[in-house]
């Protein structure tokens, strides 16, 4: 038996160090690795069954072409050279006939090493296809509202912690999406430190924390309007910092802050006065209050100013200027590599752009020239995306071309013309850059590649040499390429010295203070960039008029929440995961589900305009009346019918183009009356 130090891949902000044991091939068990200090010696309950998916009887083997129709799931087996073969020659033919921009390339982050996730997107952008706009489904709504406020900058180092006097988790569900932050913070929750939980639901975070402001779905920019208006009323303001950190504060205390008096802001967010007026005291109290940003609520139509007006509260106390204060979205922003190896080995300088959550609209309405070829990789979109109906029918074209690179025959597979096997990461060597850390590591594979699986990395160097691309990144050993990522690397990263990361992990740290990389080398209150969109310029709550008529049409607004034991559909393989995890569900206040005569384990069907979706009945007080949760996203054999996204549509956040799947209305009804 051999232990391999190897990096969790998944799409997860602590990027995990774990021992990987292994023998005669096959990985017996994963385990965090106990000498790096964040892992802590624990993996996520998930990860320690990646051991099933690795070796799970469902991989796929070898590639497949299509035997039936789009969607039926028949295929035959053939070589990985006929494979390449037909996929270069279509391809080829496409762009002759109708330009490279009748094809798309369609990759996403199941694989958080960079070589692995950035060479499949450089690929296209060498062929000068048509570009995605990637993570609209996922974080582009918060990461744009962030860089508007604070600039493209990581936020409070989580690891510094240890110094704050207040944490607040805002719309995240650490015990889902962040254990090991969960796991710091406990330890400093015995010395008396506070954690103060919103989430229009009681996630196992809130029913922990402190405190739990059950505020409603769509209104964080009121409530943090609200708590600006009462430092500013009782004088708990850091004039100082504010003077010499913020821009525009005078013209939002006179023109938006008078408008959130705490009674206006109890009846938008659904919380008290008293709640309202007792957090703002509490926050002004704090020296060095931390916020753990979520991305839930950012993923609604007004989700940018949301989180625009959250990251605005640690500079009003100053927190921001103190260690263990401030924000922490994303860490990534500061730890700047230079990737262009990668992502944009050459290519054109601009190509159309497709927006990941509108694929159904392109592949139904792209005209000059319509998509034509389609490649899919670690992305499973035929469930993840909003509106998925709609995407089934562009997937289903005739005339569409579709390759789909996964480990697995997914939902999104059983379209393809050609599917082709993917590794896992336990199966690749890579590069990683944690987006939720300030950590580095370069790890190896713990297994050679399964049955003929092929890394997205080995891949796209196949299909670019075969196309005739020449660029270093195509054919080079992928460690030969780490050292370019630090070249001209500016801040944190250029003190780092590129031999450390095949050694193990690297921790680099921000400065204690945060800084700000906007226009104005300020934090933003006002905004000249959003002014310029027609974006109201600085943070302020206002009713979407779109929402406000589905919600007077529907009685039930969907809540969507991460997994514990799923995330997406990332974990389907394992049995013993989608066991605990449990059958898809829909969750309702007893109220709600009394009011229409349903019990816990009803087969129930949520339906509204756009499509209609089978799930077995929850009934608990974790939610509020007038709420459906509906945890994770499943793919459609493991529900009673169908996919939560059949019911969401394909409308953009005020910010950074993102999906709504929370400005989502619809109604809840016994099964039996599906017909
Ligand atoms: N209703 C609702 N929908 C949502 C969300 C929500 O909150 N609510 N959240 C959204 C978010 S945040 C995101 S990020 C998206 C996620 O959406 P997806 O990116 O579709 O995520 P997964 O379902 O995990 O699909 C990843 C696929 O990659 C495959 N895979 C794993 N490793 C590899 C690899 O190394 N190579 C290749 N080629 N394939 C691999 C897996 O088998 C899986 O099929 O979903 C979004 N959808
Ligand atoms: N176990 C698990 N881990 C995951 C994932 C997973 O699906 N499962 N997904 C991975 C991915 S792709 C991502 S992007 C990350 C981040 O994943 P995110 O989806 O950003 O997860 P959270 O930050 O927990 O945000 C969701 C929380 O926000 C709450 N929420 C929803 N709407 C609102 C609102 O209007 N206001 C407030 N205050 N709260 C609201 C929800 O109830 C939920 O508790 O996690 C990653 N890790
Ligand atoms: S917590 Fe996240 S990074 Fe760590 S093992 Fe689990 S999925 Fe991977
Ligand atoms: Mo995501």
Not at 629 to 651: F, Y
């Amino acid at each position: 038996m051999s232990k391999v130090r190897v990096v969790c891949a998944h799409d997860c902000p602590d990027m995990c160090s774990l021992v990987a044991e292994v023998e005669n091939g096959r990985v017996l068990r994963i385990q965090g690795d106990a000498d790096e200090a964040w892992t802590a010696g624990f993996a996520c309950a998930k990860v320690t069954r990646d051991t099933e998916t690795v070796h799970s009887p469902d991989r796929l083997r070898t590639p497949l072409r299509r035997s039936g129709p789009k969607g039926s799931g028949r295929f035959e087996p053939i070589t990985w050279d006929a494979a390449l073969d037909e996929i270069t020659a279509r391809w080829k033919a496409i762009i002759a006939e109708s330009g490279p921009e009748a094809i798309l390339g369609y990759a996403y982050s199941a694989h958080q090493g960079h070589m692995n996730r950035r060479l499949v997107s450089g690929l296209f952008h060498a062929l000068g296809t048509s570009r995605l706009q990637a993570g609209t489904v996922c974080d582009t709504c918060c990461e744009t509202a962030w860089d508007m406020t604070c600039g493209p900058v990581g936020g409070t180092d989580p690891e510094s912690v240890v110094h704050s006097d207040l944490v607040i988790a805002w719309g995240c569900d650490l015990m889902a999406v962040n254990v090991h932050f969960w796991a710091l913070l406990e330890k400093v929750r015995k010395s008396g430190v506070q954690l103060v939980v919103i989430d229009p639901r009681r996630s196992q975070t809130a029913a922990r924390a402190d405190w739990h402001l059950p505020i409603r779905i769509g209104t964080d920019a009121a409530l943090a309007c609200g708590i600006a208006h009462i430092l500013l009323r009782d004088g708990l303001l850091d004039r100082d910092y504010i003077a010499a950190h913020t821009l525009g504060f005078e013209r939002w205390s006179t023109e938006v802050l008078p408008n959130f008096p705490p009674d206006r802001v109890a009846s938008i967010t659904g919380l008290s006065v008293a709640d309202v007026e007792r957090l703002a005291a509490m926050y002004g109290a704090a020296k060095a209050s931390l916020i753990r940003l979520g991305e839930g609520m950012t993923r609604l139509a007004k989700g940018g100013q949301a989180l625009r007006a959250v990251a605005t509260l640690p500079a009003l106390t100053g927190a921001y200027g103190r260690a263990g204060g401030g924000a922490l979205l994303l860490a990534a922003g500061s730890m700047d590599f230079q990737f262009g190896v990668l992502n944009r080995p050459s290519g054109p300088a601009s190509a159309r752009m497709v927006n990941h959550l509108a694929l159904g609209e392109a592949l139904e309405e792209m005209r000059d020239p319509p998509l034509r070829a389609l490649f899919i990789a670690a992305n499973n979109p035929a469930v993840t995306n909003p509106d998925v109906n709609r995407l089934r029918r562009g997937l289903a074209r005739e005339d569409l071309f579709t390759v789909v690179h996964d480990p697995f025959l997914t939902d999104t597979a059983r379209y393809a013309d050609i599917v082709l096997p993917a590794t896992t990461y336990l199966e690749t060597e890579d590069f990683y850059r944690s987006y939720g850390t300030y950590r580095m590591q370069y790890a190896p594979a713990a297994v050679p590649p399964q049955h003929e699986a092929r890394s997205n990395f080995h891949l796209a160097q196949d299909l670019g040499r075969r196309m005739g691309l020449t660029d270093r990144a195509f054919s080079a050993a992928p460690r030969d390429l780490v050292p370019e990522f630090f070249k001209g690397a500016t801040g944190i990263i250029a003190a780092v010295d590129p031999a450390r990361v095949f050694e193990g992990p690297v921790k680099v740290a921000p400065p204690a203070a945060q800084e700000f990389r906007t226009p104005s080398g300020r934090l933003e209150i006002y905004s000249e960039t959003l002014d310029r969109q027609g974006v109201p310029p600085m943070p302020t709550w206002e009713e979407d008029p779109v929402e406000a008529a589905d919600a007077a049409r529907w009685p039930l607004r969907l809540l969507t929440a991460p997994g514990y034991f799923q995330a997406h559909t990332a974990y389907a393989a394992s049995p013993f995961l989608r066991k605990r995890e449990g059958e898809p569900c829909a969750i309702l206040h007893p109220e709600e589900a009394t009011r229409r005569g349903l019990a816990e384990g009803d087969k129930v069907l949520l339906f509204n305009d756009r499509g209609k979706v089978g799930l077995v009945l929850r009934v608990s007080d974790e939610v509020r009346p007038g709420v459906v949760l509906v945890p994770g996203q499943r793919p459609d054999g493991e529900a009673v019918s169908g996919t939560v996204n059949m019911l969401c549509d394909e409308r953009r956040t005020d910010m950074g183009e993102g999906a709504c799947y929370q400005s989502t209305f619809l109604d809840v009804a016994a099964w039996q009356d599906a017909a």
